[in-house]
């Protein structure tokens, strides 16, 4: 039905429209992920939110990114959620009790758990449009990435140290939350083992406040398990050899894992063209790179090339296919038969060509998988942002028509002007938040 979506509108108008959210949601050195639901910053939105700025003005894209770095911890870890003052969102800073954790900078208030690496691939994206725009911003640019270039290597060396699964290569996620995919079924098996002791501190949930049917947000069992997660994290002192060991959620996640190899590349070829003298940090980079490569290609079924994570409590693969199966193709894992047959897969009529979509895309979970749920969060809907994560792999592997393609059905599908969190694949309705920033950071992108 079409009245579940505005009227489609010309780019121009569209690309304003993008530019208008993200200066609506700037709160001046930061931009919210979204205006009501999420009021602070999540770590690998502001990446993609640098990204869209970067179009708009570099050096307050650059600004976007040394907020979020001033946040890493003194290990290394950039933590998931940098917070502001706002008090709408829970679990807040008292929740996550990170206060008193020695490797967080006393200045900000900030979770205890990570997101996906994808930090250096907008930066070397920031650096590639500034070279479009003028020679001040490329200065500008290529400045700011040789000042934190050290800060990116070392939040790059934290998931290699302390997250690099032994047993199967993947980076450990220790919390549903660190992998962006909050409530993927990925992740039923393995929250399974997450039993919310009777000591669970009471809590109220406020983001069902910001949606308008709760049926689009993860269930209160599921929340349960969230908050149980955090305690635990809690008792651990978020010590980080403690916590990948002993947390009832550990798994070996493809999708962080493909994201952290491509994301390796592009600091050692930030290195390159920044003339940076950091030869033993570079090694490190191509090997880590290398390994997570081959951690993903392991995961892969030698049939399929889908790849699945891997429960690290009981060695099982978690046999559950959703868009994550497709890591293989972000990083180039597979051999070209394989990646061949993955590609038709992730192109034909299960996934991003079902017939019956508004744009042709991949959904988070395909329809034909029995825990699809049309509405629910990252349990079928499209989200714009692996949209985009998947069509700048493409060109990046030199499919450009394939890229081309994503990037003007992704545009089909946030044409409508609202920016929404995420979209029902059938009817193209926005669902979740609206103005959520990095929806219109990529729009922007794909138009400019
Ligand atoms: C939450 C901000 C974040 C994203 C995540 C997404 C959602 C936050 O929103 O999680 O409280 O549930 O799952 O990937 O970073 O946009």
């Not at 709408?88 to 900030?110: I, K, L, N």
């Not at 090997?287 to 399929?304: F, I, K, M, Q, Y």
């Not at 889908?306 to 894992?333: E, H, I, M, Q, W």
Request: charge should be negative.
């Amino acid at each position: 039905p079409t009245d579940l979506r505005a009227p489609e509108l010309p780019p121009t108008t569209l690309a304003a429209r993008a530019a208008a959210v993200l200066r609506d949601n700037d709160t001046g050195t930061l931009v919210t992920a979204s205006p009501k639901l999420y009021p602070h910053m999540w770590s690998w939105d502001a990446a993609f939110i640098a990204i869209g700025l970067a179009h708009l003005d570099v050096n307050r894209a650059l600004t976007e990114l040394d907020t979020l770095l001033s946040a890493q911890w003194s290990d290394g870890m950039i933590p998931h959620i940098v917070f502001t003052d706002a008090t709408s969102y829970f679990p807040g800073p008292d929740r996550w009790g990170t206060d008193s954790v020695p490797q967080r900078p006393p200045h900000v208030r900030t979770s205890g758990i990570c997101q996906p690496p994808v930090h250096a691939i907008a930066l070397r994206r920031i650096v590639d449009i500034a070279r479009h725009v003028s020679r001040d911003d490329v200065e500008l640019a290529e400045t700011f990435a040789a000042r934190t270039w050290p800060a990116l290597y070392r939040w790059h060396r934290w998931l290699a140290r302390h997250r690099m699964s032994e047993s199967c290569g993947l980076i450990t996620i220790v919390h549903g939350w660190e992998s962006g995919m909050d409530n993927s079924p990925r992740w039923d098996a393995p929250y399974a083992h997450v039993q919310p002791g009777p000591d669970l501190p009471p809590y109220v949930r406020l983001d069902l406040l910001g949606v308008d049917d709760p049926n689009e947000r993860p269930s209160d069992a599921e929340y349960d398990r969230y908050l149980w997660l955090i305690e635990q994290l809690r008792r651990a002192d978020y010590d980080p050899e403690v916590v990948p060991k002993t947390l009832d959620f550990r798994v070996g996640d493809v999708f962080t894992t493909a994201l952290f190899a491509i994301a390796c590349d592009d600091l050692v070829e930030l290195a390159h063209e920044l003339s940076l003298d950091a030869p033993d940090e570079v090694a490190e980079l191509r090997t880590w790179a290398a390994h997570a490569r081959e951690a993903v290609a392991h995961s892969a079924d030698p049939d399929t090339g889908l790849a699945f994570d891997k429960d690290l409590r009981n060695g099982d693969t978690t046999r559950t296919t959703t868009v994550a199966a497709f890591s293989p193709l972000l990083c180039s894992a597979l051999p070209e038969h394989l990646e061949h047959r993955l590609l038709t897969h992730l192109t034909g009529p299960a996934w991003a060509g079902h017939p019956k979509f508004h744009a042709a895309v991949a959904p988070s979970v395909s329809p034909t998988e029995p825990g699809f749920d049309a509405r629910r969060y990252w349990r079928g809907p499209q989200w714009p942002v692996l949209v985009w994560l998947f069509s700048f792999a493409f060109q990046r592997r030199g499919w450009t028509g394939l890229a081309r393609n994503w990037r003007e059905q992704g545009l089909r599908l946030v044409a409508d002007g609202s920016f929404g969190e995420y979209y029902e694949p059938f009817t193209g309705e926005p669902l979740g938040s609206t103005q959520q920033s990095w929806t219109a950071a990529v729009t922007l992108d794909w138009l400019c």
